[in-house]
Each structure stands twice: as structure tokens, then as C-alpha cells.
């Protein structure tokens, strides 16, 4: 006999919980159970532009930088095209494009070793300011968040960006600008999460 769909109970929902390093990010975890890891680094020693480091830390309500957040980037190469099967634009492919990685365990901040990206033309045939996407997902979280982060040394690319400037206030559109400073000769791009409260980051619903 078939059950009407009300018969049914919903499952409960649960957020990431710790075994989400185990199965994405093993390595980290201290699990060396794949032949191929994804990583946090998504250039070689071929790859075209300027080489950056992105780091920050996910930070809860309480402003406590979270441990065993889990968060993938995906961007622009540096001429603004994305790699990907139905992407024939794309011109260097010493460039993976997309990368995973956590929080540090200890101190709660992530890292990627990647590339500033070109500016991407939109579907509209628009513009839009050099950026990087981001996924992000935590304890607490129980669907992925997505935003983007934008460089503060483009400021006149970001001023007429089309979505930033969907963002109603400026204070709010500063929630997804990265302040460059510089360690060791290498540009660093320091950009911080805040999953709720004052400070919180923008994001969009994909």
C-alpha cells in the first residue's frame, strides 16, 4: 500500500558537523585516505598574474573565530575567464580555478594560495569588478552560504560593479571588500566572514 506524502515525517536537519573534514578535507584532518586531495593552493609554477594569499577567519554571533569551518573558492583567471568544460576562454590552464580548504584548527584562520583575478563580463555584457566566490560551511549552518570578495586596491572596477552596487548601503557592501597588506614580498588579502550580528557578511541567495 502506498503512503500519501503526509505520512511521512520530515528528517532532521543537521548542520556540518565534524566528519565533513573527514570526507573534503582528510588531510587536514589527519586522514590520508584519497590518492588526490583538494587543496587550498590553486596555482603552479606556471600559472599566469599576480600571485596573492587570501586568509581571514569565519567568526560566529559571539565573535568567536570558528575552528571547523570548511569554505571553497572559486574565481576568474587572470584575463577574467573561468575554467570549466563549457568554457572554451579559458587561456591558462596551469590554472585550477577552485580550491577547498578549512580553518585552522588552533587558531581558526584559513588560507588560499591563488591568483587576483581578472575582471569577469557578466551575461549582460557588463563588467564586474575583479572578485572571488565563496562557499562557506560550519557548525550552526545547515544549508552552505555563498558571497564574494572583492580587492580594496579596485576601487574605481568596484564603484560600478553591478552587484555591489545592489547592496543598498555602503556599509554593508564594505562586508565583502579584502584590505591588501603585505608579508614577505607577497601580496595578502586579508578578508573575515561574519555569519551573524553588527559586522555581518553579505550573502546571496544561489
Known amino acids: 500500500m502506498v503512503q500519501p506524502l503526509d505520512y511521512f515525517k520530515e528528517t532532521p536537519s543537521q548542520t556540518a558537523g565534524p566528519y565533513v573534514h573527514?570526507?573534503?578535507?582528510?588531510?587536514?584532518?589527519?586522514?590520508e585516505i584519497y590518492q588526490n586531495n583538494f587543496s587550498n593552493i590553486l596555482?603552479?609554477?606556471?600559472?599566469?598574474?599576480?600571485?596573492?594569499?587570501?586568509?581571514g577567519c569565519v567568526f560566529d554571533g559571539s565573535q568567536t573565530a570558528l575552528r571547523d569551518a570548511l569554505l571553497e573558492i572559486w574565481q576568474a583567471d587572470s584575463e577574467g575567464n573561468y575554467r570549466?568544460?563549457?568554457?572554451?576562454?579559458?587561456?591558462?590552464?596551469?590554472f585550477r580555478g577552485w580550491g577547498r580548504g578549512g580553518s585552522d584548527f588552533e587558531n581558526g584562520k584559513y588560507r588560499f594560495e591563488t591568483i587576483k583575478?581578472?575582471?569577469?563580463?557578466?551575461?549582460?555584457?557588463?563588467?564586474m569588478a575583479p572578485h572571488v566566490n565563496l562557499w562557506?560551511?560550519?557548525?550552526?549552518?545547515?544549508?552552505?552560504?555563498?558571497?564574494r570578495m572583492y580587492f580594496s586596491d579596485e576601487a574605481v572596477a568596484n564603484k560600478i560593479d553591478p552587484i555591489?552596487?545592489?547592496?543598498e548601503t555602503e556599509?554593508?557592501?564594505?562586508?565583502?571588500?579584502?584590505?591588501?597588506?603585505?608579508?614577505?614580498?607577497?601580496?595578502?588579502y586579508n578578508f573575515d566572514i561574519h555569519l551573524q550580528g553588527a559586522?555581518?557578511?553579505?550573502?546571496?541567495?544561489?
Open 22 to 31: 573527514i570526507g573534503l578535507i582528510p588531510l587536514q584532518a589527519g586522514f
Open 43 to 55: 596555482v603552479g609554477p606556471d600559472t599566469k598574474g599576480e600571485c596573492i594569499i587570501i586568509e
Open 84 to 94: 570549466g568544460w563549457c568554457n572554451s576562454n579559458a587561456s591558462d590552464m596551469s
Open 117 to 127: 583575478p581578472g575582471a569577469v563580463t557578466g551575461r549582460d555584457g557588463r563588467k
Open 136 to 147: 562557506i560551511v560550519a557548525r550552526g549552518i545547515n544549508i552552505g552560504l555563498n558571497t
Open 164 to 167: 555591489l552596487n545592489r547592496i
Open 171 to 188: 556599509g554593508r557592501r564594505k562586508t565583502l571588500i579584502a584590505a591588501r597588506d603585505e608579508h614577505g614580498g607577497m601580496p595578502v
Open 199 to 206: 559586522r555581518e557578511t553579505v550573502f546571496f541567495d544561489v
